[in-house]
């Protein structure tokens, strides 16, 4: 392949950063090449036909509350481009052992309603943070700097520093309001007794009422390749198939975007990066993996409350003890009895996921970095405790564990789905404490993954500020087109 005239940039790997990334340079006027080891862009955002003819599968993400709300991704066109968001009535069902399932419903109300004695004390945690939810995201989803939003992010930090367990029983009395705050703080993959998992907790229970958390129609696939077809109609280039493995095999750029973990980094760029931030980035923590499960299946699953039915995610694990218990263990190395689950409904919202009355799913655990133990019992034991007879609707899976997922892509090493742990220490010094963690002590060398602020997801804003960051070394003005109002985003 050859490139007639030196490029600005080469971003290497195509996830949701990746393209992120290639966009903002591309939106900036540098002239952007894309190399990506898969035949098909997307990292974790791509989808397969993982079980049987008829039925599509989310090979990682599945539903994108930081996707639909992401600053960025809402200055783009990618309606225009395939992307379109669907949303469920619910963001989330969390059944329990004991009457209906707690749910999170677009309405303040109406999920307050469903907490009984706690209602008030969830409109006061939670109701104060939809003041302005688009400023406060800008400053969440962002590198640490002088906030924008200094009050909102106030207020959300001073309940977002306890631990899950403490906010939650500090707030609520009810066993409901506990459950439902302990299911969406399980996202951190994190002890919930850790500090900094309260904000993870409010951050997934706020946005659910911003937008409900939708999945993308024809798979998560329709996200990248929106993202793909932007890029290419503002001059970008993309070559799938291409795995870079050393930095002098790269076409001349200007700078180069990592879109990698910060093993493959210092791996690919060798000498050009000095001993000591080598040494530094070798101590990067990876943290727990995940046990996943894809199903097809002859109907929806039987959920004891049918509500279950309306909701994207369905957290499986119980109350916030049963979480707590099975979040700590598997932090330290075991393998839970009844692990706590994330459960999504992708053909509920989606019906072209699955042939006609069919429906696909899929569930994963978390477990210590690279487990070998096969968690397909434990996943669907513990949906059958709210599902009775749902293994009866199984009409195939397809299941991945933590070697397979880093087989699939290098950067989920031993498993690891989030670019690595998130804790105090390293949530805002990924990968390693710099005044600019996109910037590398080697001026044309940047990473731009997950494994950078703000960390794992699918919202792209990694990829935006090491953009940012990139753009600043080619002397290029970051484009400052407007920000789409809350009520008519662009995608
Ligand atoms: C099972 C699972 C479920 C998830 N569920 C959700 C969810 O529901 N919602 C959500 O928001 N997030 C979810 N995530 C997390 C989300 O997918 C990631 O945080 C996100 O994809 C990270 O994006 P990225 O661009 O940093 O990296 P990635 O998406 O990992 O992309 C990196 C890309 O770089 C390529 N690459 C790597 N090395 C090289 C190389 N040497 N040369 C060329 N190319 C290379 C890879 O092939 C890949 O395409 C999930 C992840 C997994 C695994």
């Not at 280039?237 to 750029?253: F, M, N, Y």
């Not at 293994?391 to 090493?413: F, G, Q, S, V, W």
Request: charge should be neutral.
């Amino acid at each position: 392949m050859s490139f007639e005239n030196d490029l600005d940039a080469i971003v290497v790997g195509s996830g949701p950063n990746g393209l992120a990334a290639a966009v903002a340079l591309a939106r900036a006027g540098a002239s952007v090449l894309v190399l990506e080891a898969a035949e098909e862009v997307g990292g974790g955002t791509r989808s397969a036909p993982l079980t049987e003819p008829g039925f599509l599968h989310d090979v990682c993400s599945a539903v994108h509350p930081m996707g639909i709300l992401s600053p960025f991704f809402r200055q783009l066109p990618l309606a225009e481009h395939g992307l379109e968001w669907l949303r469920p009535l619910a963001s989330v069902a969390h059944p329990l052992d004991e009457g209906d399932a707690v749910m999170l419903y677009p309405s303040l109300e109406s999920t307050a309603l469903g907490l009984g004695a706690d209602a008030r004390a969830y409109r006061r945690l939670v109701g104060p943070l939809l003041r302005d939810p688009h400023g406060l995201l800008a400053d969440v989803l962002a590198p640490l700097r002088v906030p924008d939003h200094p009050l909102q992010l106030l207020r959300f930090g001073m309940r977002g520093a306890f631990s899950a367990n403490r906010l939650a029983r500090l707030v609520f009395r009810g066993t409901r309001a506990r459950a439902l705050f302990a299911g969406s703080a399980g996202h951190a993959i994190l002890p919930l007794t850790t500090p900094l998992t309260a904000a993870l907790g409010l951050l997934f229970t706020f946005t659910g009422h911003v937008e409900a958390w939708p999945v993308a129609r024809g798979g998560s696939q329709s996200i990248a390749r929106a993202l793909a077809s932007y890029l290419t109609h503002l001059g970008g280039r993309i070559e799938t198939g291409w795995r870079v493995e050393r930095l002098d095999a790269l076409p001349p750029s200007r700078v180069v975007l990592f879109d990698t973990s910060p093993e493959q980094l210092s791996r690919i760029a060798g000498d050009a990066l000095p001993p000591g931030y080598r040494r530094r980035l070798a101590r990067y923590r990876y943290g727990p993996g995940v046990f996943k499960l894809d199903w097809a299946l002859d109907g929806p699953i039987p959920w004891r409350d049918p509500a279950c039915l309306e909701a994207s995610t369905v957290h499986v694990g119980g109350t916030l003890e049963e979480i707590c218990r099975s979040e700590r263990e598997m932090f330290r190395g075991r393998h839970p009895e009844r692990p706590y689950l994330i459960v999504c409904q992708q053909s509920q919202i989606d019906p072209s996921r699955a042939p006609e009355g069919r429906q696909t799913g899929y569930a994963y655990c978390h477990v210590p970095h690279g487990s070998t133990l096969d968690r397909s019992d434990a996943i669907e034991d513990q949906i059958e405790r709210f599902a009775p007879g749902f293994r009866d609707r199984i009409l195939a899976r397809h299941a991945t564990d933590p070697r397979a997922l880093e087989r699939y892509n290098p950067n989920y090493k031993g498993g690891a789905i989030t670019g690595g742990v998130a804790d105090a220490l390293q949530l805002f010094t990924r990968p390693v404490a710099r005044l600019d963690p996109y910037a590398t002590p080697n001026p044309r060398l940047f990473l731009c993954s997950a494994s950078t602020p703000p960390g794992g997801g699918v919202h792209g804003q990694c990829g935006y500020w090491a953009a940012r960051s990139a753009l600043r070394r080619l002397g290029l003005e970051p484009d400052a087109a407007p920000t789409p109002s809350p009520e008519r985003p662009l995608c």
